[in-house]
């Protein structure tokens, strides 16, 4: 176990496309980091550099206290799940799992003991003679993850390890990494473009950007203090939506009617002609099921609803609006970065399901107002982020982290201690 | 596929079946026919008779045919061997890496395969004897492996090129060296790579009659098909049509018996399971 630190890593491809720009980041012994981004902005290429897979042009890659930019991968002593598992075909499943051991020259005896202990915790014990090509897919993620698992490493690098399962299992498989990685407090660094996966598995996430990094902090800071335009488009699930806004005094002018701002935010948009106003789907409401006690904090106004979705659970209305065309351009631009194609300007807003908000027509709409946040459309720059607030978030899930290992390790203690050896599980 | 397509297909089949078997089937007749029966005219021999193969095991032309057998099945074995071996590391650093010239490697190597052997025959001959390789095997071996190895290379590449980068990687970062990779995780994967280049160059070694007939004088060296085109007949007005078409059918086997042996091996995708499904 060690923690890994990064050093203004850069990498350059031999045409001069730096694929990582200037990465430093700082990974604590035990933490859960997760590299997250659109297609193209460099985390498997820092995957790929941490474990050494990929050379690194400058910057320094400290594991466990030791520079390891001219180490072979062998020498790392990482562990790394592969986007397809890289199983050796021709081997069992026994022998996959057995085959770093088998390598480090183990004994038999040991080796057969150390799998078996991998199998259990994977469930994998009836399928230790069968060939890989005789597995499901989860199977075969599994078999993956016991190879990772069966010797001591450093750390775990997994490089999107779930995106070739279907959606059921993708679930299951997340909780089954998370259980894994409390249970075992191997430092972990995950690659994913799935922001579910970011959201629900990291202790820290990292948002990258074209090779550089735009914000490190907790789920929870990244949802509720974003940097920038970029962070807050990627985070969230549907989307943040972007609202074209002028500044009159202390008040933002909407397509969705003037927003009314506190003292301090008024302070920190001021002097901005044409502003972005970031409100999340979950900040809307059907105004006519809104208690009468939260309708002071927010504002009403009246849209026509476009299109809307129940689930069940949750229910999604479209709200189409205006927008002026330069901000049309850059929020398009923004969403062909975030992989995604918007067509049109539209609000997506989340009511609640047993509102009977009918498709076009007119309807009455609350907004709370006390979590918008304010963006500079040129810069992207989040004009109202409460640093200390976002920091508060990071801070507590760091010590909640470091309270989960402690619990582990006494666990862990305890049934190595006792006679009933049940285990951390 | 509707009732009419399919008995095309099979009339088609059929007609390429006979047109590729019966000189086989011919020779086979032939091998089994008596001395006078041969110009009978008739496709199944009158009683059949195993003269002609008597007369190349045991008989006059066994002092011909025996030694060139063995010269045959050792050249062969060997300039194979090392043709596999040579191509796998040729094909494996021509699949992975990226070095200076490799294109060059590749199209040098397939202008040797489409040079005509019959154009190098003579220096080569000249050469030879001067340096006492003349009717030796590596003075068969040599010219054979100029055969067999661009093949290989080609055929060996393109296995390797089908196994993913990844395996070798998780091998590296399961904490093996470059030579373990490659020999615990890459050459089993290309097994059936390695086999049907196998074969494929045995077959042309086996095959050659220009080399061998020029560059060897005695049985010290000489391969069948050479061998064959030395057979006499009794007598100077008679043809040994019935021995060599015995020779041609006993030299016919054991290409027969590689490629059942080693069929199943070239058909199955050893990859299979190694990635997603």
Avoid at chain 1, 193 to 211: I, N, P, S
Avoid at chain 1, 399 to 408: G, K, M, S, T, W
Avoid at chain 2, 91 to 120: C, E, H, N, Q, W
Avoid at chain 2, 213 to 242: C, H, K, M
Wanted: some cysteine; hydrophobic content about 45%.
């Amino acid at each position: 176990m060690a923690s890994i630190e990064m050093k203004h890593i850069v990498k350059q491809y031999g045409d001069g496309y730096p694929a990582v720009n200037d990465v430093s980041l700082d990974i604590a012994d035990g933490e859960f980091m997760i590299l997250v981004g659109p297609s193209g902005c460099g985390k498997s290429t820092l995957l790929r550099m941490i474990v050494g897979l990929e050379d690194i042009t400058s910057g320094d890659m400290v594991i466990g206290g030791t520079r390891v930019n001219d180490k072979a991968p062998r020498d790392r002593n990482l562990s790394m799940v592969f986007q397809n598992y890289a199983l050796y075909p021709h081997m069992t499943v026994f022998e996959n799992i057995a085959f770093p051991l088998r390598l480090a020259k183990m004994e038999d005896a040991e080796v057969r003991r150390r799998v078996t202990e991998a199998a259990d915790v994977l469930e994998l014990k009836d399928h230790l003679e069968r060939k890989p090509a005789n597995l499901s897919g989860g199977q075969r993620q599994r078999v993956a993850m016991g190879r990772a698992i069966v010797r001591q490493a450093e750390a775990f690098l997994f490089d999107e390890p779930l995106s070739n399962l279907d959606a059921k299992l993708r679930g299951q498989m997340r909780t089954e990494i998370s259980r894994l990685q409390r249970r075992l407090g191997i430092t972990t660094v995950y690659v994913t473009h799935d922001q579910t996966e970011a959201m629900t598995l990291g202790d820290r996430v990292c948002v990258l950007r074209k090779g550089k990094i735009q914000q490190v902090a907790s789920p929870r800071e990244l949802y509720e203090q974003p940097v920038n335009l970029f962070v807050a488009g990627f985070i969230g699930s549907p989307p943040m939506n972007f609202l074209p806004a002028t500044v009159e005094g202390n008040r933002l002018v909407t397509p969705f009617g003037p927003i009314e701002l506190d003292e301090k935010r008024a302070g920190q948009v001021a002097g901005h002609e044409l502003l972005l106003v970031g409100i999340r789907p979950e900040y809307f409401e059907d105004a006519s099921l809104v208690d009468e006690a939260k309708r002071p904090v927010g504002t009403v106004f009246r849209a026509r609803v476009d299109v809307t979705e129940w689930l069940g659970d949750s229910q999604y209305a479209y709200i189409p609006y205006d927008a002026p065309e330069s901000i049309t351009a850059q929020l398009r631009e923004l969403s062909r970065e975030l992989d995604s194609e918007e067509l049109r300007t539209q609000a997506i807003v989340s009511i609640d399901s047993t509102s009977r908000i009918r498709e076009g027509r007119e309807a009455e709409f609350w907004l709370d107002t006390r979590k918008i946040h304010v963006f500079d459309p040129h810069s992207g720059e989040n004009l109202t982020r409460d640093a200390e607030a976002g920091a508060a978030l990071t801070r507590m899930a760091t010590e909640d982290r470091l309270e989960h290992a402690e619990a582990a390790r006494g666990g862990q203690a305890e049934s190595r201690g006792g006679a009933t050896a049940v285990g951390a599980a | 596929m509707s009732r009419k397509e399919k008995i095309w297909w099979w009339v088609g089949g059929l007609a390429i079946v006979v047109y590729c078997l019966f000189p086989i089937g011919w020779i086979v007749a032939l091998s089994f026919k008596s001395a006078g029966d041969l110009n009978s005219g008739e496709f199944l021999p009158n009683g059949a008779t195993l003269d002609n193969y008597s007369l190349i095991l045991t008989g006059d032309a066994s002092e011909l045919f025996l030694p060139a057998l063995r010269n045959s099945f050792g050249i062969c074995l060997i300039a194979t061997a090392i043709s596999c071996l040579l191509s796998m590391f040729a094909a494996y650093a021509i699949a992975r890496l990226d070095f200076p010239g490799k294109k060059m490697v590749l199209s040098t190597a397939l202008v040797v395969a489409i040079f005509p052997v019959i154009s190098i025959v003579t220096p080569l001959f000249n050469v030879w004897r001067q340096i006492g390789l003349y009717d030796t095997w590596p003075g068969l071996i040599i010219p054979y492996l100029s055969l067999t190895l661009p093949i290989s290379i080609w055929t060996m590449s393109a296995f390797f090129r089908e196994i993913p980068w990844e395996m070798e990687q998780a091998a590296q970062v399961d904490g093996a060296t470059t030579w373990q990779a490659f020999r615990k995780v890459i050459v089993p994967l290309a097994a059936p790579g390695v086999f049907t280049t196998a074969i494929i160059a045995f077959f042309i070694a086996w095959n050659d009659f220009v080399y061998g007939i020029s560059l060897t004088s005695t049985s010290a060296a000489r391969p069948v098909p050479a061998a064959l085109g030395l057979f006499s007949g009794a007598s100077q007005f008679e043809d040994p049509t019935g021995a060599i078409a015995a020779a041609a059918v006993i030299v016919t086997i054991p290409v027969v018996v590689l490629v059942l042996l080693f069929q199943r091996r070239i058909v199955a995708g050893l990859t299979n399971g190694a990635v997603k499904g």
